[in-house]
């Protein structure tokens, strides 16, 4: 099972981006979904999570208030908007997706996630 990022680019500082996270070959329904980041010689960060139904989400604080996570699963979709980027938002985003679940919850730790796909580069700057 993979996962695939798209919607990364170049972006001027206080700009605007929208990550899609789509799988292949399975279904995000019943399952949490995170968005971390790795910026070149740092750990992977948890970014945000969205639970199976959308009513649970949550937020680095590093992001609250400038990032937004959701979902729609009609399309099999996750999304991030990014607004307000700063040159620190520049990193490889990657999504993750959680095993099957009846339980809302989601987690931007990376511990629960089982399928990780490849990673999208955002890069802030002038």
């Known amino acids: 099972f993979q996962l695939q990022a798209s919607g990364g680019g170049l972006v001027q500082p206080g700009g605007s981006l929208r990550l899609s996270c789509a799988p292949s070959?399975?279904?995000?329904?019943?399952?949490?979904i995170g968005w971390f980041r790795q910026a070149p010689g740092k750990e992977r960060e948890g970014v945000s999570c969205?639970?199976?139904?959308?009513?649970?989400?949550q937020y680095a604080d590093s992001v609250k208030g400038r990032f937004t996570i959701s979902r729609d699963n009609t399309k099999n979709t996750v999304y991030l908007q990014m607004n307000s980027l700063k040159p620190d938002d520049t990193a490889v985003y990657y999504c993750?997706?959680?095993?099957?679940?009846?339980?809302?919850?989601?987690?931007?730790?990376?511990?629960?996630?089982?399928?990780w796909g490849q990673g999208t580069q955002v890069t802030v700057s002038t």
């Open positions: 993750a997706a959680d095993q099957m679940r009846l339980k809302e919850r989601c987690s931007i730790e990376r511990n629960p996630y089982v399928s």
């Open positions: 070959g399975f279904t995000l329904d019943y399952r949490s």
């Open positions: 969205i639970s199976r139904s959308g009513s649970i989400t």
